[in-house]
């Protein structure tokens, strides 16, 4: 079992930039591929970011490369998403998630955060 808190989620004006951390309890941090997945009002949830359990693979989606960046520290049992360039479209609540490999969907991931909410206005 595994738990995942994030933080750092916030107010902010477009062309800002945030931090977002998700902490995890237990210990296997490291062995849990970590992603995060982004879900506006009145949409689903989409894909954001992923990272391997080394850290040493990475992938964005195209609505987010070259402006987001995902990170983690497993001495730590952090995931981070530093979010620059930030665009009203950006708005939604983020959530943390952890499975067992990199995947692109929502169902290839078995714990999930509760949320951090990121507005963004003009």
């Known amino acids: 079992q595994v738990q995942l808190v994030e933080s750092g989620g916030g107010l902010v004006q477009a062309g800002d930039s945030l931090r977002l951390s998700c902490t995890a309890s237990g210990r296997t941090f490291s062995t849990y591929a970590m992603a995060w997945f982004r879900q506006a009002p009145g949409k689903e949830r989409e894909f954001v970011a992923a990272?391997?359990?080394?850290?040493?693979?990475?992938s964005y989606a195209d609505s987010v490369k070259g402006r987001f960046t995902i990170s983690r520290d497993n001495a730590k049992n952090t995931v981070y998403l530093q979010m620059n360039r930030l665009k009203r479209e950006d708005t939604a609540v983020y959530y943390c998630?952890?499975?067992?490999?990199?995947?692109?969907?929502?169902?290839?991931?078995?714990?999930w955060g509760q949320g951090t909410q990121v507005t963004v206005s003009s």
């Open positions: 998630a952890a499975g067992n490999v990199l995947r692109y969907s929502r169902y290839g991931y078995t714990y």
């Open positions: 990272i391997t359990r080394s850290g040493d693979t990475t």
